[in-house]
């Protein structure tokens, strides 16, 4: 059951409470901290990491920052990280990136990343899974065969990376991720 968009009563003084109300206060309660949740990081939140040779992407806001893209050229900045802001113990149940392809035969993976906070480069905690090679917008989709949970000292990123060998460009836009807490 869902609270309604106004008062179910009102209540005077010393009156009995219905069980409808007192259900339907426990589950909103309840639902905030346990039950599949998405997170959704936009397009301008994903930092680009420089490639060996590139001079690093810029944010395409061509059409607007309400429809803001990373575009990725093989040669220049070829990976996107998206922070994930969840608190300690958060548990990942899934991931994804929503990409367009620009170039018939190219293709991007996606990934999940763990950086500890003692140590210089990060861990692969899943991925990569790669796109199809259509020229078309694509969601590239993940779950995880068991929940991640999420470790104190630690960042974590959705990765984004072109891997197409046309030299065509990746438009990456907004990742998510599935999670629930215990």
């Not at 959705?158 to 215990?182: E, F, K, L, M, Q």
């Amino acid at each position: 059951m869902a609270l309604p968009t106004s008062r179910d009563i009102t209540l005077a003084s010393k009156t009995v409470i219905p069980s409808t109300l007192l259900n339907n206060i426990q589950d909103m309660i309840v639902g905030r901290k346990h039950g599949l949740q998405t997170l959704v990081i936009p397009t301008p939140a994903a930092m680009a990491e420089r490639g060996a040779t590139g001079s690093g992407s810029a944010l395409d806001t061509e059409f607007g920052i309400g429809d803001a893209r990373w575009r990725l050229a093989a040669g220049d900045a070829t990976t996107l990280a998206y922070p994930i802001m969840l608190p300690v113990g958060t548990r990942i149940i899934a991931y994804s990136v929503h990409g367009e392809v620009l170039t018939d035969g190219d293709d991007f993976d996606v990934g999940l990343r763990r950086q500890p906070g003692t140590s210089t480069s990060g861990v692969v905690v899943d991925g990569p899974t790669t796109s199809p090679t259509t020229v078309a917008l694509h969601k590239v989709e993940v779950t995880l065969g068991a929940p991640h949970v999420m470790l104190a000292d630690n960042g974590y990123t959705v990765t984004c990376r072109i891997v197409g060998s046309n030299s065509g460009d990746i438009r990456a836009r907004c990742a998510t991720v599935d999670y629930d807490r215990p």
